[in-house]
Nanobody, 121 residues
Framework: QVQLVESGGGLVQAGGSLRLSCAASGSVFSINAMGWYRQVPGKQRELVAT???????QYRDSVKGRFTISRDNAKNTIWLQMNSLKAEDTGVYYC???????????????WGQGTQVTVSS
């Protein structure tokens, strides 16, 4: 079994910063892409940022220039540095990882439990 443990959410004023972290543990052979998604009530979960094992990053347009995703492959950990936060960044942030648990098995999708980010205006 694979576990993704997130931390770093909280309440911050608009213009402030937060740093989220997500560590994968358990039966991990390798991890392909890892990323952050967020969800607000009544809306679908949306991609915020992803990063591959080779360091290729992707961001949603609304966070470009404000958020930075980073990764430590040796620690199976990613971070999301969020600067210049806006009220519309509020939501539950979920960590996602495409994990290979055995060298001959296809990658499987795993999710963390989510961490709340609230930006007050």
């Amino acid at each position: 079994q694979v576990q993704l443990v997130e931390s770093g959410g909280g309440l911050v004023q608009a213009g402030g910063s937060l740093r989220l972290s997500c560590a994968a543990s358990g039966s991990v052979f390798s991890i392909n892409a890892m990323g952050w998604y967020r969800q607000v009530p009544g809306k679908q979960r949306e991609l915020v940022a992803t990063i591959t094992s080779s360091g290729n990053m992707q961001y949603r347009d609304s966070v470009k220039g404000r958020f930075t995703i980073s990764r430590d492959n040796a620690k199976n950990t990613i971070w999301l540095q969020m600067n210049s936060l806006k009220a519309e960044d509020t939501g539950v942030y979920y960590c996602n990882a495409l994990v290979v648990v055995h060298r001959f098995w296809a990658p499987q999708d795993y999710w963390g439990q989510g961490t709340q980010v609230t930006v007050s205006s």
